[in-house]
């Protein structure tokens, strides 16, 4: 198994500009109509940083989506999309009165920990981020007005959409960081 030090050539699928991920035509996040709305740009961001995490594990076989950055760290590609799983099922857990949903995966930090070169584990990860952005986001579509406060702990649905975003990007950044060590791919 290649270790993430062993650095790549950098490389890209771009042709119009080196430094992007895809061309602008090719881009699936380009949207030419602008979001009316504070709801619906927040929606909008969300979107496109779930487009982004996608983009960035494309192509991969479960091995390099399994790829641990450096030790002791266990992060990884497949550690990102099942914790955004494990955190989107969380986020309900916010908004509702409820008892809490039971974790996804287990134990604190089995999200990353159960991240194996497995291709049924792979299949698994997407099939439960998935369902669980799916869940959250009907969930939260009960709730039109930003303003309004949810849950024990009375959050506004705004900081909530914010903490969202805020979470997406954190990790598409990192996931720009392991696929370039993985395979040199560079991108927007």
């Not at 740009?41 to 979107?47: E, G, I, M, P, V």
């Not at 390099?64 to 950055?69: D, G, K, P, T, V």
């Not at 986020?91 to 974790?103: A, E, K, S």
Request: proline share 5%.
């Amino acid at each position: 198994m290649r270790r993430m030090s062993d650095q790549p050539a950098r490389w890209t699928q771009a042709t119009v500009y080196p430094d992007m991920w895809a061309d602008p035509a090719d881009d699936p996040r380009n949207n030419e109509n602008t979001p009316e709305g504070e709801l619906a740009t927040l929606l909008d961001f969300l979107a496109n940083y779930r487009i982004t995490l996608r983009m960035k594990c494309e192509g991969l076989d479960a091995e390099q989506l399994a790829r641990r950055s450096v030790p002791p760290s266990t992060m990884s590609l497949l550690g990102l999309v099942r914790h955004l799983a494990e955190v989107e099922r969380d986020w309900r857990n916010w908004i509702t009165d409820g008892d809490p949903l039971p974790r996804l995966y287990g134990e604190k930090d089995a999200d990353f920990d159960g991240a194996v070169a497995d291709q049924a584990v792979v299949d698994a990860a997407y099939a439960d981020l998935e369902r669980e952005q799916a869940a959250t986001d009907a969930a939260l579509a009960g709730h039109p007005d930003l303003g309004e406060r949810v849950g024990k702990d009375r959050i506004a649905v705004r900081e909530l959409m914010v903490h969202r975003i805020e979470e997406y990007a954190r990790h598409c950044g990192q996931a720009d960081l392991l696929r370039e060590c993985i395979d040199g791919r560079v991108g927007q």
